[in-house]
């Protein structure tokens, strides 16, 4: 894992309760921002007009429409409060010193797999923004953890629900 020595935390939003720290890449920060303006900004007033359209049909016990909208701003509310305690408790950090030699988080990591020999690029982030569709690996994924602090030409193998995985790091950027 990562040392204090290691990382610069370059927003300096300090967090009272480590376990409520979110890291995150200053692309990732922004995405969050741009979900919670459009949130906040686009659809609260969208739903406020269907809620009041779904009011007029008058008798709201058995209105499927004032329920369902009901329902989408109850979840989007607290995708809202989600939004915002992510970004409270954010913290954008790069590496240092070692950046380009071991993996860490930002690095886009070039594996290749033992057992098929294809090769695959992945790029460390937080949980925040993980998304295995977009190849985007969390540090705290099974693969993750044992790629971090690995460096160029390591072997690592880890299991997971699909089975145990062997793979040798050929690239790091």
Same mark, same amino acid.
């Given at each position: 894992?990562?040392?204090?020595?290691?990382?610069?935390?370059?927003?300096?939003?300090?967090?009272?309760?480590?376990?409520?720290?979110?890291?995150?890449?200053?692309?990732?920060?922004?995405?969050?921002?741009?979900?919670?303006?459009?949130?906040?900004?686009?659809?609260? @007033?969208?739903?406020?007009?269907? !809620?009041?359209?779904?009011?007029?049909?008058? #008798? =709201? +016990?058995? &209105?499927? %429409?004032? $329920?369902?909208?009901?329902?989408?701003?109850?979840?989007?509310?607290?995708?809202?409060?989600?939004?915002?305690?992510?970004?409270?408790?954010?913290?954008?950090?790069?590496?240092?010193?070692? @950046?380009?030699?071991?993996?860490? !988080?930002?690095?886009?990591?070039?594996?290749? #797999? =033992? +057992?098929? &020999?294809? %090769?695959? $690029?992945?790029?460390?982030?937080?949980?925040?923004?993980?998304?295995?569709?977009?190849?985007?690996?969390?540090?705290?994924?099974?693969?993750?953890?044992?790629?971090?602090?690995?460096?160029?030409?390591?072997?690592?193998?880890?299991?997971?629900?699909?089975?145990?995985?062997?793979?040798?790091?050929?690239?790091?950027?």
């Amino acid at each position: 894992m990562l040392s204090s020595d290691d990382l610069v935390v370059t927003d300096q939003k300090v967090a009272t309760d480590d376990k409520k720290t979110v890291l995150v890449t200053r692309d990732g920060l922004k995405k969050l921002r741009e979900e919670l303006d459009y949130l906040k900004d686009v659809r609260r @007033k969208e739903i406020a007009e269907r !809620l009041k359209e779904a009011i007029s049909y008058g #008798d =709201l +016990s058995e &209105n499927s %429409e004032y $329920e369902e909208a009901k329902n989408e701003q109850a979840f989007m509310e607290g995708r809202i409060f989600e939004l915002e305690e992510k970004i409270k408790y954010a913290q954008i950090i790069e590496a240092k010193h070692q @950046k380009g030699r071991v993996v860490q !988080l930002g690095a886009l990591v070039r594996l290749r #797999d =033992l +057992s098929s &020999n294809k %090769e695959e $690029e992945y790029t460390m982030v937080g949980s925040t923004e993980a998304d295995s569709l977009a190849r985007r690996v969390s540090n705290d994924s099974p693969i993750g953890k044992v790629l971090m602090e690995k460096k160029v030409g390591d072997v690592v193998s880890y299991k997971a629900p699909g089975g145990k995985f062997q793979y040798k790091i050929v690239g790091l950027k």
